[in-house]
């Protein structure tokens, strides 16, 4: 909101509409997923009893829908009777994504421009400890197919959001299932 109202006086870029998207988990999923864009499955959780009649997305991880960085706001869920006996506060909203076999993480970097315009960078692969950051190498061992994917989807997500600045897409690649965007 502050954002807005300075927006009013002097433009903010990127627009701040972009952020009730990008800072929201549940409707930034939703807006990648209206594109064509996969993400992990989820399931938006606003009481126990919607956590507990997601079990298809179990093994998951609930995460706080904003906020919450480095493993925080998130809890790892094994099963139902871990479900049941989780003890959070309710009055905040969650997402429930279904687990993947994370095979490894990357990220693609991408100013977009006023004119349109964009330089796109290599991808990254990074690596955590502890849900935390500790290193990231370019190039990103990957193969080509989702070399492709991940700049492509990038330059879509920036295109449909209209983003001028740098923007960072990060993805998960399942050692089944192939690419997904995380968040």
């Known amino acids: 909101e502050v954002l807005k109202k300075i927006n009013q ?14 800072q929201n988990r549940f ?6 997923n209206k594109m064509g864009i996969k993400t992990t499955k989820y399931s938006l959780v606003e009481k126990k009893e919607d956590l507990l009649d997601d079990k298809n997305l179990l093994p998951g991880i609930l995460k706080t829908l904003t906020l919450g960085y480095d493993g925080k706001g998130q809890y790892k869920i094994n099963s139902l009777a871990e479900a049941y006996n989780l003890d959070i506060d309710f009055n905040n909203k969650y997402i429930l994504e279904k687990k993947i076999v994370l095979k490894k993480e990357i990220s693609i970097i991408i100013p977009r421009f006023k004119n349109n315009s964009f330089q796109v960078y290599e991808p990254i692969e990074n690596t955590h400890e502890d849900q935390i950051l500790q290193n990231s190498k370019i190039p990103a061992e990957i193969d080509k197919k ?20 740098t923007l960072c897409v990060e993805y998960f690649i399942d050692k089944k299932n192939g690419l997904y965007v995380n968040e």
């Not at 006086?9 to 990008?22: F, L, S, T």
């Not at 989702?146 to 600045?165: P, V």
């Open 9 to 22: 006086k002097n433009q903010v870029i990127p627009d701040p509409d972009i952020n009730k998207i990008v």
């Open 146 to 165: 989702i070399y492709d994917q991940s700049i492509s989807w990038a330059k879509k997500i920036s295109e449909k959001l209209n983003f001028i600045g």
């Open 27 to 32: 409707k930034e999923k939703k807006f990648l």
